[in-house]
């Protein structure tokens, strides 16, 4: 049993970290506005109708680092 745990560990590891890197490098979409706060996975999503500026496309993580949230009608 213990040998069955020290091969699943390994295999564990690579695709967690592997998911984690994935998460990070999704491309989400910004109202690039001074006010905009949110962020969308979507370029169609109904929170960015109302955006007036462009709309950009960044990273998950430079979305979070600019203070993003997710939009509502995406959660």
């Known amino acids: ?3 069955f745990y020290i ?3 390994p295999l564990f590891f690579c695709l967690t970290s ?3 890197s994935t ?7 910004l109202c ?3 006010y905009g706060e949110k962020y969308h996975f979507s370029s169609n999503c109904r929170g960015l109708k109302a ?3 462009p709309i ?3 990273t998950l993580s430079e979305a979070k680092k ?7 009608y995406e959660d």
């Open 7 to 9: 091969t699943l560990f």
């Open 32 to 34: 690039n506005s001074k």
């Open 66 to 72: 600019r203070g993003k949230t997710i939009c509502r």
């Open 18 to 20: 592997t998911s984690i």
């Open 1 to 3: 049993m213990k040998a």
């Open 56 to 58: 950009i496309k960044v």
């Open 51 to 53: 955006c007036k500026n």
């Open 23 to 29: 998460t990070n490098s999704t491309e989400v979409y």
